[in-house]
């Protein structure tokens, strides 16, 4: 029999079928379960009220009461708009809806008295209420006897329709008593004495309607725990038993190849941060274990290098190995370099994009199945089916964050036994993320940068300084120096994007004419064949600027190059911005990033930009990046297995989210297959949820 929570949610009194659809549409609330699940987001405290005469301020949300007067229509067709004026002792502010009117209006009485809760707005210089919610105060009082009132999330369309918070929160109060006594505990009693004291179904009805803000506290805080838990349990356990089942391709030996390299082909000593890495790669690869590891470090701290030694290491053993890049120019760039920094060894490096001609391609492919060819460097391209290897024995994943799980699965499908994986990230990621989206890999840090770096001097210009900008571009250039001058592209409003970049080139092209200077241009809606000759002139000096897209965002390393300009910077995200400045400072000579903005910049691009200007550490960036983008927009929730969370915040939470890690490990470590009777409950919770991400199993 299904429990009651799979009830299909039209079926709760007060829904019906076209609720029911609104619901599933609006909210994707589509079962008994689902509602239960949708928590409010904070509570009104329905005793207290704020005198009217003392709003004082925009945005904060005020509750008030007092007498309705002069409710009226006004406006024709579109303009219709219902308006009416809410007095107290101390004064009276419009309120105005353009939405809901015909539904709204017949519950609206003239003197009659009224709660009123939203944002106040000046208008006219004037506070006003644009689309409160309200309600008579007799109704209200009835059921102040409750005196939290839970604010639910809904959308306008829901509004529209009655199924405002007040609304939703008349149907969680009819769910509440249907499947009271049907759910289950999920938390074994120590954490749950641990955690506040409140069984789960307790604490999921006291976050609804609670009895008090005490209770109201311990009662989120168990389930915020409890979420957390589960997720970092889950991901301790695929990864326990990968470690269990998989057998992984034993690097037993560290042969000729990676000694001679290391010895005689190096261009430089190996920072500190990267030996210790390669150390707990070689470590990992040689026990027979499948590795799984993330390698996080900033921008320009040579993760590359890193991944070659690896790649060495496997082919040392008798294994092919695979470098998967995000980009077309990026795949390129890392061939060459392989190419380059392993001449005179006997090793086989092929280059497979989607650019790869056919008659190119079908010899690799032969080569690549005959074992002939050893690295293999490209893009999306190699997870196609026909790309089949001899022997593979690594991937190593450049710039993480744009390939997701299906990806890496498809890589790792590959081989009979799952090849080792390296996974290298653009950017660094806030710890609280990658706990909860990487949780079941294990880390490496590079935390240092190879000596001789020079700060990057960071500034912030606008319009008015354009010309200084320029003539400063011009003094490196005359050094010898090459500069990049980055605009946005975005798809909404690519063709005016599109013209400022060829707008951008043609200024500069005057500004820096031929014969003696060159100007070079590379954006995403160029041909392959043009953006590659392109990219190949700035690489070899033969262009001093080139105007670009975020084409050339990760990865791309001309050591030559000392200047970044980045007009309207306002419009790029601070990981962008970061990648962005990351293609200067690369070489020995003191490098520049300029932030080319507008006059006037609203508070968030304020923030991304001071941020920039202040630091260069990568880790600070995108925690201030977490803050202001949240976890979603971030990782981009399509691919990057981030799980949903109901009422954790992995901003807000992220002492808790440390607790849950420490408790699951802790869990682990004393009852790894919890097989103790005491931990009955989460084992079966945690079978459930593993049964339905059973699709991803085994694949990280
Ligand atoms: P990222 O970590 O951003 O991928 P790269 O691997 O592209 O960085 O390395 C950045 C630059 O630093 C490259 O030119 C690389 O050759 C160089 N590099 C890497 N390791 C060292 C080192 N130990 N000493 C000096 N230069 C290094
Ligand atoms: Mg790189």
Not at 233 to 259: S, W, Y
Request: charged letters at 25%.
């Amino acid at each position: 029999m299904p429990h009651v929570l799979e009830t299909p949610i039209e079926y709760l009194k007060g829904v019906g079928p076209q609720r029911g659809d609104l619901l599933r549409q609006e909210l994707g609330i589509g079962t008994f379960g689902d509602l239960l699940l949708h928590f409010p987001f904070r509570h009104v405290d329905r005793t207290q009220f704020q005198a009217i005469g003392q709003i004082g301020g925009e945005g904060d949300p005020v509750q008030l009461r007092g007498t309705l007067k002069q409710v009226r229509l006004v406006g024709e067709k579109r303009a219709r708009r219902l308006t009416a004026r809410l007095e107290d002792a101390s004064g009276s502010v419009e309120l105005v809806w353009f939405q809901g009117i015909r539904w709204l209006q017949p519950l609206l009485k003239d003197g009659g008295e009224y709660i009123v809760y939203g944002k106040p707005a000046l208008f006219r210089d004037r506070f006003n209420l644009a689309h409160p919610e309200i309600e008579a105060a007799a109704t209200w009082d009835e059921g102040a006897a409750t005196p939290l009132q839970p604010v639910y999330s809904t959308t306008e369309k829901a509004t529209a329709k009655g199924l405002n918070s007040r609304g939703i929160g008349k149907l969680v109060h009819a769910l509440l008593p249907q499947v009271k006594g049907t759910l289950a505990e999920t938390l074994g009693r120590e954490l749950v004495e641990q955690y506040g004291g409140l069984g789960r179904e307790e604490a999921i009805m006291e976050v609804h309607f609670p009895r008090d803000p005490e209770r109201l506290e311990r009662a989120v805080r168990r389930l915020k725990f409890e979420e957390l838990f589960f997720i970092q349990l889950q991901l301790l356990r695929q990864k326990q038993l990968m470690q269990q089942d998989v057998r992984g391709n034993v690097f037993g030996t560290v042969g000729e190849l990676f000694n001679t390299f290391y010895s005689n082909h190096l261009p430089f000593e190996l920072t500190g941060a990267q030996k210790r890495v390669v150390k707990e790669i070689r470590k990992d690869m040689g026990t027979g274990k499948q590795m799984n590891r993330l390698l996080q470090g900033d921008v320009g701290s040579g993760k590359t290098l890193v991944g070659l030694l690896a790649m060495l290491l496997a082919l040392d053993n008798g294994f092919q190995a695979a470098l998967l890049a995000p980009t077309e120019i990026l795949a390129q760039q890392h061939f060459r370099s392989l190419s380059r920094f392993l001449e005179g060894l006997p090793v086989q490096v092929r280059l497979l994009t989607g650019n790869t001609k056919a008659a190119g391609r079908k010899a690799l492919l032969a080569g690549l199945k005959l074992g002939e060819v050893h690295i293999l460097v490209g893009t999306h391209a190699l997870l196609e089916d026909r790309v089949v290897f001899h022997r593979l024995g690594l991937v190593v994943i450049d710039e993480q964050h744009r390939f997701g799980v299906a990806q890496r699965a498809r890589m790792q499908a590959k081989a009979q036994v799952p090849p080792h994986v390296l996974v290298m990230t653009a950017t660094p990621i806030p710890r609280t993320l990658a706990m909860t989206v990487y949780g079941d890999l294990d880390v490496s840090v590079i935390d240092e940068l190879p000596p001789g770096r020079k700060p990057i001097r960071t500034v912030h210009r606008t319009d008015r300084s354009r010309n200084a900008v320029l003539d400063f571009l011009e003094s490196e250039v005359q050094k010898g120096r090459q500069a990049y001058v980055v605009y946005p592209l975005i798809e909404e409003s690519e063709k005016s994007d599109l013209k400022d970049v060829q707008d951008g080139y043609e200024s500069l092209s005057r500004r820096f004419p031929l014969p003696r200077y060159a100007v070079g241009i590379v954006h995403g809606r160029m041909e392959q064949e043009a953006k590659d000759y392109e990219m190949a002139r700035f690489i070899k000096g033969e262009t001093n600027v080139l105007v670009a897209t975020t084409v050339i965002e990760v990865g791309v390393d001309v050591p030559n190059a000392t200047v970044m300009v980045v007009e309207n910077a306002e419009r790029f995200g601070l990981s962008q911005l970061h990648q962005l400045r990351g293609r200067v400072g690369r070489g020995a000579e003191h490098s520049y990033c300029i932030l080319m903005t507008a006059d006037k910049l609203g508070n968030d691009s304020r923030t991304r930009i001071r941020t920039m200007v202040e630091t260069q550490d990568g880790f600070r960036i995108s925690e201030v990046d977490l803050r202001l983008r949240g976890p979603g927009d971030i990782m981009g929730t399509q691919q990057s297995g981030l799980p949903k969370l109901h009422l954790a915040d992995l901003v807000k939470d992220a002492d808790l989210l440390q607790q849950a890690r420490q408790a699951a490990l802790g869990l682990l470590a004393i009852d790894p297959d919890l097989s103790d009777p005491r931990h009955g409950p989460i084992a079966r919770t945690l079978a459930e949820q593993m049964q339905e991400k059973a699709v991803w199993g085994r694949i990280s």
